[in-house]
């Protein structure tokens, strides 16, 4: 993950490099078909997660996902955005190639509600209906606020909800916090991206979005092992350490469940149809 987040600083980096280089000796006023231009857009795709049930692998668990994006075109290089995403997320030890992991035996799933402003820099200038800026790579990066709720599966198949159990004992003596973690969080959404105009009024946009989260319980999974006994809500041990194959005689109280030096994430990956919002502006050459 840390390899993916270099790798787009770096395009980002270079990227304005370039966009400050052809802009420079620019005359100010653009030709009328680069003027403000705005467009409504559905996303389309799917949504998955990275985190201690899923240290690494991309597209795990991917399930599906569905959206509504603003953006407005300040230029053909640089645009914001208004989105509203909904997707969900889940992670499964039982899945994992590793041992400990499937020992661990932890699971959850939890729907993820996002609303976030960001920014985009297109690689080549782009317009909906210019045959001559017809396509552009891009990369964005925002603000998100967004909330999610992590669920653990029961022995008998039945899902409830993680955070009150206080798995880790958050909000109990000796606890990992010293209170539950919050169900709305902010992260930062990030990422690259490919646009292509297919008429004179709608385009069409591959995405794939990261979001650099600042908690590590999306998954509920996060420090050591609490003392189960210490727990009153019902199925609350159960949730905290349904691991196979313990030791008995020394258990797993105190012992490391998580990873608390890393945060998890979440990604949106997909398709965006938008359609290019009507305004009067003078005829140039495109699509008939």
Not at 175 to 204: A, D, E
Request: with cysteine; proline share 5%; charged share 20%.
């Amino acid at each position: 993950m840390k390899k993916l987040v270099y790798l787009i600083i770096l395009i980002l980096s270079s990227s304005y490099s370039t966009f400050a280089q052809k802009q420079k000796g620019k005359p100010v006023e653009l030709h009328s078909k680069h003027k403000n231009s705005a467009e409504l857009g559905v996303f389309l795709g799917g949504s998955y997660y990275i985190g201690d049930l899923n240290p690494s692998r991309q597209f795990v668990f991917t399930k599906p996902a569905g959206g509504l994006m603003f953006r407005y075109n300040f230029n053909p290089r640089i645009a914001a955005r208004a989105s509203f995403m909904v997707g969900s997320i889940e992670g499964h030890d039982s899945y994992s190639n590793s041992a400990s992991q499937k020992q661990r035996n932890l699971n959850f799933k939890s729907m993820i509600d996002e609303f976030s402003v960001q920014f985009d820099f297109n690689f080549l200038d782009y317009r909906i209906g210019l045959e001559k800026e017809k396509f552009s790579p891009y990369i964005f990066v925002g603000l998100a606020v967004f909330n999610f709720n992590p669920q653990g599966q029961l022995a008998n198949n039945n899902y409830v909800s993680l955070q009150p159990m206080r798995t880790e004992g958050e909000g109990l003596d000796g606890g990992s916090m010293g209170k539950p973690y919050k169900l709305t969080q902010i992260s930062i959404p990030f990422g690259i991206g490919f646009k292509t105009n297919v008429s004179r009024k709608m385009g069409i946009t591959g995405e794939w979005g990261f979001r650099k989260t600042f908690t590590d319980y999306l998954d509920d999974v996060s420090g050591k092992y609490y003392n189960p006994n210490s727990l009153s809500a019902q199925n609350a041990a159960y949730l905290s350490d349904p691991s196979k194959g313990t030791d008995p005689n020394y258990g797993n109280v105190g012992r490391q469940r998580g990873n608390a030096t890393t945060k998890d994430w979440y990604v949106f990956a997909g398709i965006i149809i938008s359609f290019e919002l009507k305004q009067k502006r003078e005829k140039c050459p495109g699509f008939k």
